[in-house]
């Protein structure tokens, strides 16, 4: 089984600012990454596939990179909305896939 | 606008079996280019992959969870159904269903919240 990491667990940002986050994958899963935007009590929101594609409808201060087993989500000027849980998926054996753990945006 | 929606008990006693059923509206379960798909999520903790199902009635189960799950579903109903044996107090999350495309999980439930206890 693909694990996947994300750091830091917990990230204090203050709006405006930028936020960067790693997820790395215990082995390449290509490209085929996601990332998630959950907010309490609701449901993920994709954001990010294909390692560095915005989903419909996500703003361009969302940007991803990476390949392979490190990834990197980037929010260049955090909005208050964007405080939220952030995790990325590997599906590189779709139609299973496997979530990180979670990074928690804090303001 | 397609929505899918989670049901079924909240509660479900120790050893007995969980089941759930996601109702999908707005669009064709029978859809040739999405898998669907069930994800759960312990309090406080991250999202776990059940498994996903394809409208041929192709399954494919988390290893980790493929003893006690089965998973099926109603083309005429436009539904698809979990069901996971042998419940403990580990398998008490909330459950999602979603729809999985070539590139992520694009349409989500809002998710139900099931407790096993006595």
């Known amino acids: 089984e693909i694990v996947m990491t994300q750091s830091p667990d917990t990230l204090s940002v203050s709006p405006g600012e930028r936020a960067t986050l790693s997820c790395r994958a215990s082995q390449s899963v290509n490209s085929n990454l996601a990332w998630y935007q959950q907010k309490p009590g609701q449901a993920p929101r994709l954001l990010i596939y294909g390692a560095s594609t915005r989903a419909t409808g996500v703003p361009a201060r969302f940007s991803a990179s990476g390949s392979g087993t490190e990834f990197t989500l980037t929010i260049s000027s955090l909005q208050s909305e964007d405080f939220a849980v952030y995790s990325c998926q590997q599906y590189n054996n779709w139609p299973l896939f496997t979530f990180g753990p979670g990074t928690k945006v804090n303001i | 606008q397609l929505q899918l929606q989670e049901s079924g008990p909240g509660l479900v006693k120790p050893s007995e079996t969980l089941s759930l059923t996601c109702k999908v509206s707005?669009?064709?379960?029978?859809?040739?280019?999405?898998?669907w798909g069930w994800i759960r999520q312990p309090p406080g903790k991250g999202l776990e992959c059940i498994g996903s199902?394809?409208?041929?009635?192709?399954?494919y189960y988390n290893p980790s969870l493929k003893s006690r799950v089965v998973l099926s579903l109603d083309t005429s109903r436009d539904q698809f159904s979990l069901k996971l044996n042998s419940v403990t107090a580990a398998d008490t999350a909330v459950y999602f269903c979603a729809r999985i495309t070539w590139d992520g999980l694009d349409v989500w439930g809002q998710g139900t919240t099931v407790t096993v206890s006595s």
């Open positions: 199902l394809y409208h041929s009635g192709s399954a």
């Open positions: 707005g669009g064709s379960i029978t859809s040739n280019d999405h898998f």
